[in-house]
């Protein structure tokens, strides 16, 4: 019986009044007015405190999706090899397209808006194939029944190790990735715009994720999962992608280093500080502190909100270039911090420079300064 794939429903609109001159974009999920401070709500709270500017300059959206088929259906599904796979790949394709979609109707809606202002976007939301297998993959690893039906879906003898039937499981959701044509039509109308909300000067800063100690767990068990399992599904030429450090309580930020969750392989391209970041509490008179790449991409946000507003000419990959040049080496890997941690003092200095100097001798400034960092 061929497969019904039933694209997901993308939950793309505002999260709250239309505001009439907004800065400030956040793509992600916001609580209703009844709940208590959820996660865009915290990460809108760390850009407002950073930048100071007022709930009206900054503008959120909703940014999720419905599924038809859900984590508990694949786990039901093993019936057949034929019907786990076809449940598997159902829900893969519409966590991917969802996500996909809904990133796409937000980034046209900020595009389009009239009198709209927004330079930077901030999504701190990630998706890959590493993060849609993660219950399973874990339930394979503890659950002997389970383990046991997953070598029957892939053929696999019954004496194969552990860290062979995840491995099969992580290739196949990789595969699928790789070769749905549903994914690709997705992916391929979300790049078509993000080039064009690049082009016209809107920064779009997005998570690596908090993957790593997944990673390690995985790879202590001897999982050796496809690195593209890792890789952000918004990791891309038109994005800039934040990891996540920590501070070892001196200072100098010279002995920081890439934090343990901060994703792996994600596609890292600058780190900011990720551990124990004050966040909003439905308490205002508590301080509450949280850790992860959510609250390190809202700092690079804040930074390059400014860095617009200090010169407004400044084109996404010329602020990049700055970021790159005002980098702090970090203990850690390429994979986890990127080029390193964005010192924000020099990124400013900089960013005022650039509004004098320009072509090769700006280039030749900013090298040496980033030079003077890194000896």
Known sequence: MPMNISNSMPIAKYAERKERNPRVAIFDYFADKDEKPNHGDQVEDIIRRTTGLEDQFVQN??????????????FAATESKTQFLDTLRA?????????YDATRQNLQTVMTTERNKVRVVNQSQSQCAARIS?????????????????????????????????????????GIFDRSTYIAQSRNQYLETA????????????????????????????????????????????TTVIGATASQGTITT????????????????FSMHGVNVEVADDDPTKETFSNGTSFSAPQATALIYEMFEKNPNLSVPEMENILY?????????KEQVGAGQIDPERA??????????????FAALADATHSMVAV
């Open 61 to 74: 959206y909703q940014n999720a999706y419905s599924r038809k088929t859900s984590e508990d259906d694949v």
């Open 91 to 99: 829900y893969t394709i519409e966590s991917v397209t969802g996500f």
């Open 134 to 174: 993660r219950p399973f993959v874990n339930k394979i690893l503890k659950d002997e029944d389970f383990r046991m039906k997953m070598k029957d879906v892939f053929e696999l003898p019954a004496r194969s190790h552990i860290d062979t039937v995840a491995e099969a499981f992580l290739n196949e959701v990789q």
């Open 195 to 238: 080039k064009k909300a690049h082009d016209s000067g809107i920064a779009h800063v997005v998570t690596s994720g908090n993957l790593g100690r997944l990673t390690a767990h995985w790879e202590q068990n001897g999982i050796d999962a496809p690195q593209d399992a890792y890789r952000s599904v918004l990791a891309n030429d038109y």
């Open 254 to 269: 010279r002995d920081d280093k890439a934090a343990t969750f901060t994703s792996i392989y994600a596609g890292t391209e």
């Open 325 to 333: 040049k005002s980098t702090i080496p970090v203990s850690g890997t």
């Open 348 to 361: 400013m200095y900089l960013t005022e420079q650039s509004k004098f100097i320009t072509g090769e001798r």
